[in-house]
DNA sequence: AGCATCACAGATAGCGGTATCTATAGAAGA
DNA sequence: TCTTCTATAGATACCGCTATCTGTGATGCT
C-alpha cells in the first residue's frame, strides 16, 4: 500500500519522492535548486509537488542546513514611530536578502531583554538587532557584550542600532546617529535665536541616547556662553503623557523659560498639548523643538522644528551589516542628521538676537 | 579524548551530558522539566549547562516535538499606526502565552503576500494571523480560502483579522470589528450636525474595510433621508498624502461641502492639512472625522473626533483564538467600536440643526 | 524472605531535511 | 573496441532533539 500522507501531517521530501518515483534526495536538489537535475526528472519532481502542496520544512532545513535564514530584532515598543520606523527598514532589508524576520518586544524592561535574546540564541537567528537606547549602567553594559560573545560563539551576529558599543573589541556591529552632534546643532538653533532659559525635558536617566543628547545641548550651551543650568534638564520618560507632565511642572517653576527642547516628538506632542492649555503660545511665548522627524512631526500645531533621524536607513544598516561581513567589512556605521526648522521655533519675545 | 565543542559550534545535548557524566536524555528531561529526575542530578545538568552556556536548539526541537511555539504574522506595513497598535497586541498575548513571533510585511502587495504566506508554511506557524482589510476580487477571496485549507492541512490556522471570511465553512478563525456600524454612527453623527454634504475621503477601491465603511455611510443616508451622492465618495489611498490631495480636488469642485469623513486618521491628518492650508477652518467652515483612533488623532488641530477600534484588543484576540481551539471554543469574534467626539465637528455654518 | 512497585536513568528510533560519497548509464576519446 | 569521462541519481550518515520503551536498584507489602 502506498505510503500516502496521512491527514493533519504535511507531505515530505519522501512522500513526493515516491510519488514522483525518484528518490528523496533528487527533490531535495530540485527545491534547493543548487544541483543539476536532468528537465525531465524536475518536470515530474514539480508535477509532484504541486500535487501534493509540497512546502519544505525550515525547521527540518536549517537543522541540517545550520543556516537560519532568519534575522532577529528586539524593540521596546513596536508601538512607538521611532521604533516603528526602524522596523520597517530591517524588514526591507531583510526581506531583500532573502531573511525572515522575528519580532520581539522588551517594553523597556531590561531583564525582559535578557530573556527575548535567549529566545533569539535558542532561534539560532543569523543576527540579533538590539533597536534604541542602552541603560548606562556597569551591568548592563557587562551583559551587553556577553550577548555579543555569546552570539558569536553562536555563530551570530548581534547589532545594536542607534546605541554605542559598551566596550572596544566586542564582536558586535553598530549603526548609530550623531546623537551628540544633533542636539548641539538644535540648541545652537535655539541660542542663536536668542533663547537664553532652554529646558531639555523628557530625559531618561541613566540611557545613552539622552545622555549623548544632554552632552550635546551642554556643549552648545558652553560654545555660546551660555552657563548650563541643571535645573532645566528635566528627568521622565519618552512619552506624550510625559511631556505634558513636565511642562506643566515646568511651567509653573520655571515660568522665565523661553525655548523647550524636547527628548522626542512624541514628549514634543505633550509638551505643545500641557501649553496649548495653559494658553502658552508656540512659538510667540514659548519656542518648542523636538527630535526624531516622526511623520507626526508635520501634523503637530505649529509643525515641530525638529531633528530628521533616518530611522528606516538605520534599520536597513542594521541588516546588511550584520549579514555582509568578511573581510575589509566595515563593522560600524555613523548615519548623519540634520535638523528640520518648521514653525515651532522663534525669537522669544524680548530677545536680543546677537 | 573528551569530546569538547570545537569553537564556532554550539554545545549540544551529548555535550552537556558528557560533562555532567549522564545521558543525554536526562539532560533533554531537565531542560524540558517535564519527567522527574533526582534533586542531585538535575544540579549536575545544570551546572554543565552553565559552564557550557548551553542553549536548546529550537529548530531541533520543533522538528522532534512537532511544536513551534511560533505565530506568524502579516501586515502592510508596520509603520502605519493601525498595524503597529494591532502588531502589539498580537506580540503581547504571544509572548504571554510563550510563544514566538515572526512579522511579515506585504507592502500591500497581494503577491508578496502569496509568497509570505508560503513562508509561513515552511515555518510551520501554529498560527498564521492577516491583518487588514481585503480585496474585493474573486481571485483573492479564492486564495484566501485556499490558505485556510493549506495551513488547516499542516496543523496550522489562518486569523483574518479586521477582515471577513471569504466564505462560510472555512478553517479560518476571524476578530473583526464593525465597519459598517461605525461608519453608519459616524455619518449619523455628522447629519445630527445637519450636514448634508458630507464627503467620504480615502476610500480605496475593492477593499473590503473601506466597502463596509461606505455602506454604512450610506445607510445613515438613507436613515436620515439624505440622498446619496457617489460624487461625494473619493477614492484614494489610506496614507496622508492621499488626504491632503483628494482634498484639494474636492475643495476645488465641490465647495458647497460642510463635512470630511476620512477614510482613517492619517488620512484625517492629511484632509486637516489641506484645509489649513487652503484658509477653511475647522470645524467652524467644514467639518472633519477620522477613523482608527490611533494616539495622533488627539494631537491633531483642532483634536480630530474620530471612531475608536480597539486595535490592540484585535490582535490579542486573533492570537487567543488560534492558539485556544478545541470543543466549543469560539472561532469568530466581533469587536465593538464607538465614536469619540473631540472638536474636529460641528454644526455647519448655515445649519438648521433638526 | 519473596515479589510487586517505584523512581529514576539509559537506549533506541525517528522528526525531515542536506552533505557527501558512491553507482550507473551514455558520450567521448584513443 | 575498450577505457575514461561526465552527467545524473541513489545511499548513507548525520543535524540536535524528544517519544517511548527498557533496565535496575531501592522500597513497600504480605
Known sequence: ???????????????????????????????????????????????????????????????????????????????????????????HQASSEGRLCLLCTT??????????????????????????????????????????????????????????????????????YDNEGAAYAMTSHLLANGHRRIAYVGRAVGLSTTDERVAGYRRAHADHAVGFDPSLVRAGEFTRESGTALTEALVEERPDVTAVFAATDMVAAGVLAALRRRGVRVPEDVSVAGFDDIPLASDLTPALTTVHVPHEQLGREAVRLALHRGPGAEDRVMLGTHIVIRDSVAPPRAAVVP
Not at 525531465?40 to 509540497?54: G, N
Not at 560563539?153 to 558599543?165: D, E, F, H
Open 1 to 91: 500500500m502506498p505510503r500516502r500522507p496521512e491527514r493533519g501531517k504535511r507531505p515530505t521530501l519522501a512522500d513526493v519522492a515516491e510519488r514522483a518515483g525518484v528518490s528523496a534526495m533528487t527533490v531535495s536538489r530540485v527545491v534547493s535548486g543548487n544541483y543539476p537535475v536532468a528537465p525531465p526528472t524536475r518536470a515530474k519532481v514539480l508535477r509532484a509537488m504541486k500535487d501534493l502542496d509540497y512546502v519544505v520544512n525550515a525547521h527540518a532545513r536549517s537543522l541540517a542546513a545550520t543556516t537560519t535564514k532568519t534575522v532577529a530584532f528586539v524593540v521596546d515598543d513596536v508601538t512607538g514611530p521611532f521604533f516603528a520606523l526602524i522596523a520597517r527598514g530591517v524588514e
Open 107 to 176: 517594553h523597556g524592561d531590561p531583564e525582559r531583554e535578557l530573556a527575548v535574546v535567549e529566545l533569539m540564541r535558542e532561534q539560532r537567528a543569523e543576527a540579533v538587532i538590539l533597536v534604541g537606547g542602552a541603560w548606562d549602567t556597569a551591568t548592563y553594559a557587562e551583559r551587553t557584550a556577553a550577548f555579543a560573545r555569546a552570539l558569536e560563539k553562536s555563530g551570530s551576529r548581534l547589532v545594536l542600532c542607534g546605541r554605542p558599543a559598551p566596550e572596544e573589541g566586542l564582536p558586535v556591529s553598530t549603526v548609530e
